[in-house]
């Protein structure tokens, strides 16, 4: 019996880049595993050009894309929130969050981008892969105390 997805939420400050860019990437690679999202604590206007481009790389089109704050999320319940904006999340944020350090690339020069673009598909592809693996563990069904937890 296959587990269902884990629903992630990644987010940054304006959902103009970095959280676009781990969404996206989650989407394209983990859909078996996870179901993706993103959101800003101060949404931005739009989505960064030099993200669309170095997604667009990536043959990952986000030119559809557009910021939205986690305000808007209401009541969607996540099993994990991958927190990239190096900031304290809102207490009722109702899932367990992951920190992962990565510089916000808004105002770095292009090739600078491309790199905090890399680092978001290596953190996206390892988390991934993580759940992959307990998706993929056998399940133990025991009786009494000895039972373990999956």
Known sequence: ????????????????CRSQMAEAF????????LIAASAGLTPAMAVARDTIRAMGEKQIDLRDHFPKSIRHLGR??????????????????GAPVEEWIVPDPVFLKYEQH??????????????ILKLRQKQNAPRFRGQGSGRLKI
């Open 1 to 16: 019996m296959s587990r269902p997805p884990k629903r992630v939420l990644f987010v940054c400050l304006g959902n103009a």
């Open 26 to 33: 989650a989407r394209a690679y983990g859909g078996d595993v």
């Open 76 to 93: 969607s319940q996540f099993d994990l929130v991958v927190n990239l904006t190096s900031f304290a999340l809102p207490d009722d944020i």
């Open 114 to 127: 491309c790199e905090v673009r890399d680092e978001i598909e290596r953190l996206v592809m390892n988390l």
